[in-house]
């Protein structure tokens, strides 16, 4: 299974000057947040494979218009073809103007998704807006990574975190980090693809919601 994982920066690729052939075998599109609706319709549309979302900070007009053709897994857990997939979107709330938690809110969802994890047949592949915290985050307050997310990934043991967040152009940004517990972090900011083998994948079919937090 190849994954498309999106996040924060539009890619001219995808947008003014779609590229078939790069978008040839693409399974699954995976948006991290902080993209406009109409990039990701652009997207779901001219790919025609399923784009699932959570939303970024900056994604408030979500709450107006959802993109049309997608499918939102922030606060679920969703199946597909085998594949299990959590998101939770959102960053630290450092005003009330953005898509924000406060730890202590955060650490309620993640607790809540953690248990449904548990009761459900666990997770492949978490996709989150912001970092963990110490993998991938920065120390100023708006880029500060969640620790309850830390906490989540213990738990649960995904195989793949992809978040978005921290553009790579804020300074030395790691793309990839291993995290002990055996999960590997993945910074989805601008595009990056994913290969999973098939082989590695479980056995259910289609797309669908197992079940919401």
Same mark, same amino acid.
């Given at each position: 299974?190849?994954?498309?994982?999106?996040?924060?920066?539009?890619?001219?690729? %995808?947008?003014?000057?779609?590229?078939?052939?790069?978008?040839?075998?693409?399974?699954?599109?995976?948006?991290?947040?902080?993209?406009?609706?109409?990039?990701?319709?652009?997207?779901?549309?001219?790919?025609?494979?399923?784009?699932?979302?959570?939303?970024?900070?900056?994604?408030?007009?979500?709450?107006?218009? *959802?993109?049309?053709?997608? =499918?939102?897994?922030?606060?679920?857990?969703?199946?597909?073809?085998?594949?299990?997939?959590?998101?939770?979107?959102?960053?630290?709330?450092?005003?009330?103007?953005?898509?924000?938690?406060?730890?202590?809110?955060? *650490?309620?969802?993640?607790?809540?998704?953690?248990?449904? *994890?548990? *009761?459900?047949?666990?997770?492949?592949?978490?996709?989150?807006?912001?970092? %963990?915290?110490?993998?991938?985050?920065?120390?100023? %307050?708006?880029?500060?990574?969640?620790?309850? %997310?830390?906490?989540? =990934?213990?738990?649960?043991?995904?195989?793949?975190?992809?978040?978005?967040?921290?553009?790579?152009?804020?300074?030395?940004?790691?793309? =990839?980090?291993?995290?002990?517990?055996?999960?590997? =972090?993945?910074?989805?900011?601008?595009?990056?693809?994913?290969?999973?083998?098939?082989?590695?994948?479980?056995?259910?079919?289609?797309?669908?919601?197992?079940?919401?937090?």
């Amino acid at each position: 299974m190849r994954i498309l994982a999106i996040s924060d920066t539009p890619e001219g690729w %995808l947008w003014e000057r779609y590229d078939r052939e790069r978008m040839a075998g693409v399974d699954l599109v995976v948006s991290c947040g902080d993209l406009p609706a109409t990039y990701l319709e652009h997207i779901v549309t001219l790919a025609n494979v399923p784009l699932l979302y959570v939303q970024g900070n900056h994604d408030t007009a979500y709450d107006e218009h *959802a993109p049309e053709g997608c =499918v939102s897994i922030d606060g679920q857990l969703r199946d597909f073809r085998g594949l299990r997939v959590m998101g939770l979107g959102g960053s630290i709330r450092y005003n009330d103007e953005v898509h924000g938690f406060t730890e202590a809110e955060m *650490a309620r969802r993640a607790a809540r998704m953690a248990l449904l *994890a548990s *009761a459900t047949g666990g997770v492949d592949l978490l996709v989150t807006h912001a970092p %963990l915290r110490g993998y991938g985050d920065l120390d100023d %307050l708006p880029h500060r990574g969640f620790e309850s %997310l830390g906490r989540l =990934v213990e738990r649960v043991r995904p195989r793949y975190l992809l978040h978005g967040h921290v553009h790579m152009e804020y300074g030395r940004i790691e793309r =990839v980090l291993e995290h002990p517990c055996g999960t590997t =972090v993945i910074n989805a900011c601008g595009s990056y693809v994913l290969d999973l083998p098939d082989e590695t994948i479980g056995g259910r079919h289609g797309i669908f919601r197992v079940a919401e937090a």
